[in-house]
């Protein structure tokens, strides 16, 4: 394990972008398309603030890779850890 790269926690402002591209690109089912309706885009705009505003008032820290040159954020995973009120 000790080959594995360690977490780091990830940038608040990128928490929201990220479950909403997460939201924005689920597609269901696997085997099916599904259809993108102006619910799910009313969804996909209100949403991920508010579970990412949610996330941190309840203590959870959400960890990611570090970043690499050329890549792109990916959540790694979410920690429960204590509450930090310089956020």
């Not at 972008?17 to 269901?28: F, V």
């Not at 508010?50 to 970043?67: N, S, T």
């Not at 040159?69 to 009120?85: W, Y």
Request: overall charge negative.
């Amino acid at each position: 394990m000790s080959d594995e790269t360690p977490l780091v926690p990830a940038d608040p402002a990128d928490v929201p972008q990220t479950l909403e591209a997460a939201l924005t690109h689920y597609s269901g089912h696997p085997r099916r398309r599904a259809r993108f309706t102006e619910a799910d885009e009313l969804k996909v705009a209100i949403t991920p603030g508010h579970l990412a505003k949610q996330l941190a008032e309840a203590g959870f820290i959400i960890m990611r890779k570090p970043p690499q040159t050329g890549g792109c954020l990916h959540l790694a995973s979410v920690a429960k850890g204590p509450r930090t009120d310089d956020a």
